[in-house]
């Protein structure tokens, strides 16, 4: 069973820089594309950025555009997301998710597996 479990949250002040890790419990996911989405209190969950399973590949949301860089390695089965120039309003919980179907995209329904979340939280 694909497993994904984020780590690398915290509390920051704007301006400063976190790094995501989102790291799978199976090599199989090292095929897959995957995506960063964030959910904010009382919001829905958001697309973030994405990466193809090759890392030939990536797609981002415009607020972070510039400031975030989706990476991946699949030599550790573990995808990353380097956050700088934080911001308050980048303050959620964020989740790393993995689409086996094959289709880079920005919709969760597309991705078949979720990590727990990691929370980050920007102070101003």
């Known amino acids: 069973q694909v497993q994904l479990v984020e780590s690398g949250g915290g509390l920051v002040q704007a301006g400063g820089s976190l790094r995501l890790s989102c790291a799978a419990s199976v090599r199989t996911v090292s095929t897959y594309h995957t995506g960063w989405f964030r959910q904010a209190p009382g919001k829905e969950r958001e697309f973030v950025a994405a990466i193809s399973w090759s890392g030939h590949s990536t797609y981002y949301t415009d607020s972070v555009k510039g400031r975030f860089t989706i990476s991946r390695d699949n030599a550790k089965n573990t995808v990353y997301l380097q956050m700088n120039s934080l911001k308050p309003e980048d303050t959620a919980v964020y989740y790393c998710?993995?689409?086996?179907?094959?289709?880079?995209?920005?919709?969760?329904?597309?991705?078949?597996?979720w990590g727990q979340g990691t929370q980050v939280t920007v102070s101003s």
């Open positions: 998710a993995a689409d086996s179907a094959g289709v880079l995209g920005s919709s969760p329904s597309q991705y078949d597996y």
